[in-house]
């Protein structure tokens, strides 16, 4: 089913849009369902991104003693960001 939608943008990008849909062959409504369907796999893709490193997260927690932080200043630092 079709809604309407009203937009208020500047006459310089109604010009713009209505220029590039003409060349693209596509209708304004058309180039906005697009927009927003690649948004949508944009941000489906980033919260699924993973690293390599992220398979390590949790793996020290609670491995280290508090005498062990005492110790060494520099893995203090680390382990309380």
């Known amino acids: ?12 990008h109604v010009r713009r849009v209505k220029a590039y849909s ?7 409504s058309q180039l ?3 927009l927003i369907d690649a948004l949508d796999v944009e941000i489906t893709t980033k919260e ?3 690293y390599a490193v992220d398979k390590l997260d949790g793996l020290l927690t ?6 062990d932080l005492a110790q060494d200043t520099r ?3 680390i382990m309380g960001k």
Do not use: D, N, Q, Y
């Open 22 to 28: 003409l060349r693209h062959r596509r209708s304004v």
């Open 1 to 12: 089913m079709k809604t309407k939608l009203t937009l208020s943008i500047s006459k310089a």
């Open 32 to 34: 906005f369902e697009e």
């Open 62 to 67: 609670g491995k280290f003693a508090p005498e």
């Open 48 to 50: 699924r991104k993973s």
């Open 75 to 77: 893995l203090s630092r």
